[in-house]
Protein backbone atom coordinates (compact mmCIF):
# COMPACT_ATOMS: atom_id res chain seq x y z
CA UNK A 1 0.00 0.00 0.00
CA UNK A 2 1.14 3.33 -0.96
CA UNK A 3 2.60 5.15 2.12
CA UNK A 4 0.31 8.55 2.81
CA UNK A 5 1.26 11.59 1.47
CA UNK A 6 2.83 13.94 4.69
CA UNK A 7 1.72 17.26 3.99
CA UNK A 8 3.28 20.34 5.92
CA UNK A 9 1.33 23.19 6.16
CA UNK A 10 2.98 26.44 7.54
CA UNK A 11 0.24 28.80 9.28
CA UNK A 12 1.32 32.58 7.62
CA UNK A 13 -0.27 34.96 9.94
CA UNK A 14 -1.89 34.04 12.74
CA UNK A 15 -4.04 37.18 12.99
CA UNK A 16 -5.46 36.66 9.10
CA UNK A 17 -7.74 33.90 7.91
CA UNK A 18 -5.34 31.45 7.12
CA UNK A 19 -6.02 29.26 11.06
CA UNK A 20 -9.65 29.32 9.76
CA UNK A 21 -9.13 28.07 6.30
CA UNK A 22 -6.54 25.34 7.64
CA UNK A 23 -9.46 24.05 10.29
CA UNK A 24 -12.51 24.35 7.84
CA UNK A 25 -10.56 22.57 5.29
CA UNK A 26 -9.94 19.57 7.80
CA UNK A 27 -12.75 19.29 9.73
CA UNK A 28 -13.65 17.08 6.85
CA UNK A 29 -12.56 14.05 7.80
CA UNK A 30 -12.13 12.82 4.03
CA UNK A 31 -9.64 15.32 3.47
CA UNK A 32 -7.20 12.33 5.54
CA UNK A 33 -7.61 10.16 3.05
CA UNK A 34 -5.68 12.39 1.26
CA UNK A 35 -2.80 13.06 3.58
CA UNK A 36 -1.27 13.56 6.87
CA UNK A 37 -0.87 17.34 7.78
CA UNK A 38 1.42 18.62 10.13
CA UNK A 39 1.14 22.03 11.01
CA UNK A 40 4.33 24.67 11.75
CA UNK A 41 2.24 26.96 13.92
CA UNK A 42 0.85 27.00 17.83
CA UNK A 43 -1.88 24.76 18.89
CA UNK A 44 -3.33 27.13 21.20
CA UNK A 45 -3.43 29.50 18.69
CA UNK A 46 -5.42 26.88 16.65
CA UNK A 47 -7.58 26.15 19.77
CA UNK A 48 -8.00 30.06 19.90
CA UNK A 49 -9.42 30.60 15.78
CA UNK A 50 -11.66 27.19 16.51
CA UNK A 51 -13.91 28.79 19.05
CA UNK A 52 -14.77 31.41 16.67
CA UNK A 53 -15.91 29.29 14.04
CA UNK A 54 -19.43 27.64 13.85
CA UNK A 55 -20.24 23.80 15.33
CA UNK A 56 -19.65 22.12 12.38
CA UNK A 57 -15.82 22.59 13.31
CA UNK A 58 -15.56 21.89 16.77
CA UNK A 59 -14.46 18.09 16.12
CA UNK A 60 -11.07 18.61 14.89
CA UNK A 61 -8.83 17.67 17.34
CA UNK A 62 -4.74 18.96 17.37
CA UNK A 63 -2.28 16.08 17.98
CA UNK A 64 0.96 17.92 19.38
CA UNK A 65 3.90 16.66 18.50
CA UNK A 66 7.52 17.63 18.54
CA UNK A 67 9.06 17.19 15.20
CA UNK A 68 7.72 15.96 11.58
CA UNK A 69 8.79 11.93 12.31
CA UNK A 70 6.01 12.00 15.01
CA UNK A 71 2.98 12.55 12.73
CA UNK A 72 -0.16 10.17 13.11
CA UNK A 73 -2.03 8.98 10.49
CA UNK A 74 -5.60 10.42 10.09
CA UNK A 75 -4.85 12.66 13.08
CA UNK A 76 -4.19 16.78 12.60
CA UNK A 77 -0.94 17.23 13.77
CA UNK A 78 0.74 20.63 15.32
CA UNK A 79 4.35 21.13 15.72
CA UNK A 80 4.29 24.06 18.48
CA UNK A 81 6.66 27.10 17.18
CA UNK A 82 6.59 28.57 20.79
CA UNK A 83 6.28 27.60 23.95
CA UNK A 84 5.04 31.16 25.13
CA UNK A 85 1.91 32.97 25.38
CA UNK A 86 1.39 34.48 21.86
CA UNK A 87 -0.49 37.60 21.48
CA UNK A 88 -3.44 37.14 18.98
CA UNK A 89 -4.93 40.72 17.66
CA UNK A 90 -7.38 39.45 15.23
CA UNK A 91 -6.91 41.38 11.74
CA UNK A 92 -3.94 43.38 12.62
CA UNK A 93 -0.34 43.58 10.97
CA UNK A 94 1.78 42.68 14.46
CA UNK A 95 5.84 41.57 14.93
CA UNK A 96 5.14 38.67 16.73
CA UNK A 97 2.75 37.42 13.91
CA UNK A 98 5.53 38.23 11.61
CA UNK A 99 7.97 36.74 13.32
CA UNK A 100 5.91 33.08 13.36
CA UNK A 101 5.75 33.09 9.95
CA UNK A 102 9.02 33.37 9.52
CA UNK A 103 9.59 30.65 12.08
CA UNK A 104 6.84 28.06 10.39
CA UNK A 105 8.74 28.83 6.86
CA UNK A 106 12.17 27.82 8.06
CA UNK A 107 11.28 25.04 10.02
CA UNK A 108 8.86 23.51 7.03
CA UNK A 109 11.60 23.89 4.70
CA UNK A 110 14.05 22.42 6.81
CA UNK A 111 12.02 19.45 7.20
CA UNK A 112 11.54 19.38 3.43
CA UNK A 113 14.99 19.09 2.52
CA UNK A 114 15.46 16.49 4.94
CA UNK A 115 12.48 14.43 4.05
CA UNK A 116 10.32 14.90 6.85
CA UNK A 117 7.46 15.70 4.96
CA UNK A 118 6.46 15.52 1.41
CA UNK A 119 4.77 18.65 0.01
CA UNK A 120 3.97 21.81 1.55
CA UNK A 121 1.36 23.99 1.96
CA UNK A 122 1.50 27.91 3.04
CA UNK A 123 -1.01 29.59 4.97
CA UNK A 124 -0.84 33.51 3.44
CA UNK A 125 1.50 35.74 4.70
CA UNK A 126 1.90 39.43 5.62
CA UNK A 127 4.78 40.88 3.24
CA UNK A 128 5.48 43.40 5.28
CA UNK A 129 5.73 42.40 8.94
CA UNK A 130 7.26 39.28 8.07
CA UNK A 131 9.89 40.86 6.59
CA UNK A 132 14.16 40.84 8.15
CA UNK A 133 17.15 40.66 7.70
CA UNK A 134 17.07 36.67 7.38
CA UNK A 135 13.79 37.54 5.33
CA UNK A 136 13.73 40.00 2.42
CA UNK A 137 12.10 38.71 -0.12
CA UNK A 138 8.60 40.21 -1.86
CA UNK A 139 7.06 36.85 -1.39
CA UNK A 140 7.28 32.97 -0.76
CA UNK A 141 7.81 32.05 -4.23
CA UNK A 142 11.46 34.61 -4.21
CA UNK A 143 12.84 33.05 -0.59
CA UNK A 144 11.69 29.44 -1.60
CA UNK A 145 13.68 29.90 -4.86
CA UNK A 146 16.51 31.15 -3.14
CA UNK A 147 15.89 28.44 -0.21
CA UNK A 148 15.74 25.63 -2.87
CA UNK A 149 18.26 27.03 -5.72
CA UNK A 150 17.35 27.31 -8.94
CA UNK A 151 15.15 29.66 -10.79
CA UNK A 152 11.27 29.50 -10.15
CA UNK A 153 7.86 30.45 -11.90
CA UNK A 154 5.00 31.37 -9.91
CA UNK A 155 2.08 29.32 -11.74
CA UNK A 156 -2.05 30.05 -10.75
CA UNK A 157 -4.08 27.29 -11.11
CA UNK A 158 -7.43 26.66 -11.58
CA UNK A 159 -10.09 24.29 -13.41
CA UNK A 160 -9.90 26.50 -16.18
CA UNK A 161 -6.28 28.23 -16.44
CA UNK A 162 -2.88 27.71 -15.74
CA UNK A 163 -1.06 30.97 -15.87
CA UNK A 164 2.61 31.71 -15.38
CA UNK A 165 4.21 34.81 -14.01
CA UNK A 166 7.49 36.50 -15.74
CA UNK A 167 8.27 39.40 -13.15
CA UNK A 168 6.16 38.08 -10.43
CA UNK A 169 6.43 40.94 -7.45
CA UNK A 170 7.44 43.68 -9.76
CA UNK A 171 6.66 47.13 -9.24
CA UNK A 172 4.93 48.07 -12.86
CA UNK A 173 7.56 50.95 -14.04
CA UNK A 174 10.83 48.02 -13.60
CA UNK A 175 8.41 45.23 -15.32
CA UNK A 176 9.77 46.47 -19.70
CA UNK A 177 13.79 46.18 -18.64
CA UNK A 178 13.11 42.73 -17.08
CA UNK A 179 11.61 41.18 -20.12
CA UNK A 180 14.52 40.40 -22.18
CA UNK A 181 15.31 36.98 -24.00
CA UNK A 182 16.78 34.80 -21.59
CA UNK A 183 14.57 35.49 -18.78
CA UNK A 184 11.39 35.02 -20.54
CA UNK A 185 12.81 32.20 -22.65
CA UNK A 186 13.37 30.46 -19.05
CA UNK A 187 9.89 31.29 -17.77
CA UNK A 188 8.49 29.40 -21.13
CA UNK A 189 10.99 26.43 -20.70
CA UNK A 190 10.23 25.88 -16.75
CA UNK A 191 6.11 25.78 -17.99
CA UNK A 192 6.83 23.65 -20.41
CA UNK A 193 8.53 21.19 -18.43
CA UNK A 194 6.48 22.04 -15.28
CA UNK A 195 3.34 21.48 -17.34
CA UNK A 196 4.86 17.62 -18.59
CA UNK A 197 6.02 16.64 -15.49
CA UNK A 198 3.63 17.84 -12.69
CA UNK A 199 0.32 18.17 -14.45
CA UNK A 200 0.85 15.25 -17.25
CA UNK A 201 0.16 17.05 -20.16
CA UNK A 202 2.93 15.30 -22.67
CA UNK A 203 2.74 17.99 -25.41
CA UNK A 204 1.30 21.40 -23.95
CA UNK A 205 0.42 24.54 -25.87
CA UNK A 206 1.70 27.33 -24.15
CA UNK A 207 0.42 30.74 -25.18
CA UNK A 208 2.77 34.59 -24.28
CA UNK A 209 0.92 37.35 -23.58
CA UNK A 210 1.99 40.62 -25.43
CA UNK A 211 3.87 43.66 -23.26
CA UNK A 212 2.03 46.64 -24.86
CA UNK A 213 -1.46 47.19 -26.28
CA UNK A 214 -2.53 45.35 -29.65
CA UNK A 215 1.22 43.38 -29.08
CA UNK A 216 2.88 47.04 -30.14
CA UNK A 217 0.66 47.36 -33.29
CA UNK A 218 3.17 46.65 -35.46
CA UNK A 219 5.78 49.30 -33.43
CA UNK A 220 2.90 51.97 -34.00
CA UNK A 221 2.77 51.36 -29.85
CA UNK A 222 5.99 50.08 -28.86
CA UNK A 223 8.61 47.56 -30.70
CA UNK A 224 9.40 45.37 -27.45
CA UNK A 225 6.90 42.84 -28.60
CA UNK A 226 8.07 42.05 -32.38
CA UNK A 227 11.69 42.86 -31.33
CA UNK A 228 12.41 40.93 -27.97
CA UNK A 229 8.84 38.65 -27.63
CA UNK A 230 8.38 36.97 -30.99
CA UNK A 231 12.04 35.88 -31.39
CA UNK A 232 11.83 34.24 -28.35
CA UNK A 233 9.17 32.73 -28.88
CA UNK A 234 9.86 31.62 -32.19
CA UNK A 235 13.30 30.35 -30.57
CA UNK A 236 11.04 28.09 -28.03
CA UNK A 237 8.96 26.70 -30.56
CA UNK A 238 12.46 25.28 -32.64
CA UNK A 239 12.97 23.60 -29.30
CA UNK A 240 10.03 21.63 -29.70
CA UNK A 241 7.65 23.47 -27.32
CA UNK A 242 4.40 24.47 -28.60
CA UNK A 243 4.57 28.24 -27.69
CA UNK A 244 2.61 30.95 -29.40
CA UNK A 245 2.39 34.69 -29.16
CA UNK A 246 2.30 37.25 -28.49
CA UNK A 247 -1.23 37.45 -27.81
CA UNK A 248 -3.17 41.25 -26.71
CA UNK A 249 -4.36 40.50 -23.53
CA UNK A 250 -7.59 42.39 -23.75
CA UNK A 251 -8.55 39.54 -26.74
CA UNK A 252 -6.98 36.67 -25.70
CA UNK A 253 -9.12 36.65 -22.31
CA UNK A 254 -11.98 38.32 -23.82
CA UNK A 255 -12.78 35.76 -26.87
CA UNK A 256 -11.60 33.12 -24.25
CA UNK A 257 -9.19 32.40 -26.88
CA UNK A 258 -6.78 31.21 -23.39
CA UNK A 259 -9.34 27.44 -23.58
CA UNK A 260 -6.81 26.49 -26.66
CA UNK A 261 -4.02 25.93 -24.57
CA UNK A 262 -2.73 24.27 -21.33
CA UNK A 263 -0.92 26.90 -19.89
CA UNK A 264 -0.36 30.95 -20.34
CA UNK A 265 2.39 32.79 -19.92
CA UNK A 266 1.54 36.62 -18.25
CA UNK A 267 4.04 39.19 -18.34
CA UNK A 268 3.71 41.06 -15.03
CA UNK A 269 1.36 40.30 -11.94
CA UNK A 270 -1.99 42.06 -12.75
CA UNK A 271 -1.47 41.03 -16.32
CA UNK A 272 -2.54 37.15 -14.96
CA UNK A 273 -3.90 37.84 -11.57
CA UNK A 274 -6.95 39.90 -12.46
CA UNK A 275 -8.24 37.96 -14.95
CA UNK A 276 -7.35 34.86 -13.03
CA UNK A 277 -9.43 35.92 -9.86
CA UNK A 278 -12.15 36.59 -11.92
CA UNK A 279 -12.62 33.13 -12.80
CA UNK A 280 -11.32 31.61 -9.47
CA UNK A 281 -11.32 34.27 -6.30
CA UNK A 282 -12.35 31.68 -4.25
CA UNK A 283 -10.67 28.57 -5.73
CA UNK A 284 -7.60 28.96 -7.18
CA UNK A 285 -4.58 27.90 -6.00
CA UNK A 286 -0.72 29.61 -6.59
CA UNK A 287 1.71 26.88 -7.21
CA UNK A 288 5.42 27.41 -7.23
CA UNK A 289 7.03 25.30 -10.51
CA UNK A 290 10.38 24.14 -11.69
CA UNK A 291 12.10 23.61 -7.63
CA UNK A 292 12.64 20.05 -6.28
CA UNK A 293 10.12 20.67 -4.08
CA UNK A 294 6.62 21.12 -4.26
CA UNK A 295 4.92 24.17 -2.73
CA UNK A 296 1.42 25.21 -3.05
CA UNK A 297 -0.90 27.76 -1.31
CA UNK A 298 -4.16 29.15 -1.81
CA UNK A 299 -4.70 32.20 -4.07
CA UNK A 300 -5.63 34.96 -1.61
CA UNK A 301 -4.22 37.19 0.98
CA UNK A 302 -4.58 37.22 5.30
CA UNK A 303 -7.51 38.59 4.48
CA UNK A 304 -8.04 40.70 8.00
CA UNK A 305 -11.30 42.42 6.95
CA UNK A 306 -13.20 39.08 7.60
CA UNK A 307 -10.72 37.34 9.87
CA UNK A 308 -12.41 36.16 12.77
CA UNK A 309 -15.93 36.00 11.56
CA UNK A 310 -16.25 32.81 10.10
CA UNK A 311 -16.62 34.03 6.70
CA UNK A 312 -13.73 32.70 5.15
CA UNK A 313 -14.15 30.15 2.61
CA UNK A 314 -11.51 26.77 2.39
CA UNK A 315 -11.89 25.82 -1.03
CA UNK A 316 -8.81 28.03 -2.27
CA UNK A 317 -7.19 26.55 0.79
CA UNK A 318 -8.41 22.41 -0.08
CA UNK A 319 -7.46 22.92 -3.20
CA UNK A 320 -3.94 24.05 -2.49
CA UNK A 321 -3.62 20.61 -0.70
CA UNK A 322 -5.50 18.62 -3.62
CA UNK A 323 -2.88 20.27 -6.17
CA UNK A 324 0.11 19.62 -3.96
CA UNK A 325 -1.03 15.67 -3.60
CA UNK A 326 -1.73 15.15 -7.03
CA UNK A 327 1.72 17.23 -8.19
CA UNK A 328 3.59 14.41 -6.01
CA UNK A 329 1.77 11.52 -7.77
CA UNK A 330 2.21 13.54 -11.24
CA UNK A 331 6.16 13.63 -10.47
CA UNK A 332 6.18 10.32 -9.66
CA UNK A 333 4.59 8.63 -12.76
CA UNK A 334 7.11 11.16 -14.61
CA UNK A 335 9.54 9.53 -13.22
CA UNK A 336 9.04 6.26 -14.23
CA UNK A 337 7.84 6.58 -17.56
CA UNK A 338 11.04 8.71 -18.52
CA UNK A 339 13.44 6.52 -16.41
CA UNK A 340 16.01 4.67 -18.93
CA UNK A 341 14.91 1.00 -19.12
CA UNK A 342 18.60 0.16 -19.59
CA UNK A 343 19.40 0.99 -16.28
Do not use: W
Not at 67 to 76: E, N, P
Not at 185 to 191: A, D, F, H, V
Not at 245 to 268: H, K, Q, T, V
Amino acid sequence: MENKIKLGITHGDLNGVGYEVIIKTFSDARMFEQCTPILYGSSKVASYHKKLLNQQHQDLNFNVIHDASQAVDKRFNVINLTQDEVKIDIGKSTEIAGQLSRIALDRACEDLKNGLIDVLVTAPINKKNIQSPEFDFPGHTEYLSHKFGGESLMMMVCDRIRIGIVTNHLALKDVPAAINHDRLLSKIELMHESLRRDFGILMPKIAVLALDPHAGDNGVIGNQDMEVLKPTIDEAFKKGILAYGPFPSDGFFGSAEFNRFDGCIALYHDQGLIPFKLMSFTNGVNYTAGLPIIRTSPAHGTGYDIAGKDKASEQSFRNAVYLACNVLRNRKEYAELTKDPLN
